[in-house]
């Protein structure tokens, strides 16, 4: 059981440039989210989904764009790369039935930075 | 709206001594969930714990116990006894079912463990 696969590990992008973080899940997880992380921030909502067709902003969505076409995969697209984008994004899927949150399992993340 | 106050932001300690991470929380909803996580240097997101807000019994699981009061909005995290391997960053989470299974995180607390 792989959990939750972000591709690639590592990237370094040139301002302006576009890219896709890879998510997918095989847990049959209706929720998924993407996080980053900079130092002293904690860790803040990009976007995110609760099913298959439906995603919806969260707290940092500017420069980014999502889709969820499969329960599976959940990519992120940066549209035009820049400076501030230089952060550790985290995919995470969760369970969520008859109103109970369960806990999020994370990817093991991706250090983006972008000069 | 949900918020999650994690003030310490840097903790020593020398190994074996006890210590208490703080969290606060702050919402609206009578229906929610407290999280926390541990990440290591290594980097991934480890989920420790997972309080219903119904359930205020504390819970110790080893050397970690959590004591959670719905009166002062807060789910404090002690480590007995601390080891190296405790040193990482711990992260308090909050998450409402009724608004979409989003987690809301602290902005973490590093600690440090001396041997």
């Known amino acids: 059981n792989a959990g939750v696969t972000q591709t690639p590990k590592f990237q370094v992008l040139k301002t302006g440039q576009s890219m896709t973080l890879q998510c997918a899940q095989d847990?049959?997880?209706?929720?998924m989210s993407w996080y980053r992380q900079d130092p002293g921030m904690g860790l803040r909502l990009i976007h995110y989904?609760?099913?298959?067709?439906?995603?919806d902003q969260g707290e940092v969505p500017n420069g980014y764009n999502v889709s969820r076409s499969t329960t599976e995969d959940f990519p992120l697209r940066l549209l035009s790369a820049a400076p501030s984008q230089t952060s550790v994004y985290f995919c995470?899927?969760?369970?969520?039935?008859?109103?109970?949150?369960?806990?999020?399992?994370f990817g093991s993340g991706t250090r983006l930075t972008v000069v | 709206a949900q918020k999650v106050t994690q003030a310490q932001t840097e903790i020593s300690v020398v190994e074996k001594e006890d210590v208490t991470l703080d969290c606060v929380y702050e919402?609206?909803?009578?229906?929610?969930?407290l999280f926390w996580y541990k990440q290591p240097p290594s980097g991934e997101l480890v989920f420790l714990i997972r309080?219903?807000?119904?359930?205020?019994q504390n819970e110790i699981s080893g050397r970690y116990s959590w004591n959670f009061q719905k009166s002062t909005s807060s789910f404090n995290f002690t480590i007995t006894a601390s080891q190296v391997v405790d040193s990482a960053v711990y992260f308090c989470a909050l998450s409402a079912p009724n608004t979409g299974n989003q987690f809301y995180f602290g902005t973490g607390t590093s600690l440090t463990v001396i041997p």
């Open positions: 309080r219903n807000s119904f359930d205020e």
């Open positions: 995470a899927s969760s369970y969520s039935g008859r109103g109970v949150s369960y806990g999020y399992t």
């Open positions: 919402t609206r909803d009578t229906t929610y969930y």
């Open positions: 989904s609760v099913g298959a067709g439906i995603t």
């Open positions: 847990m049959n997880h209706e929720y």
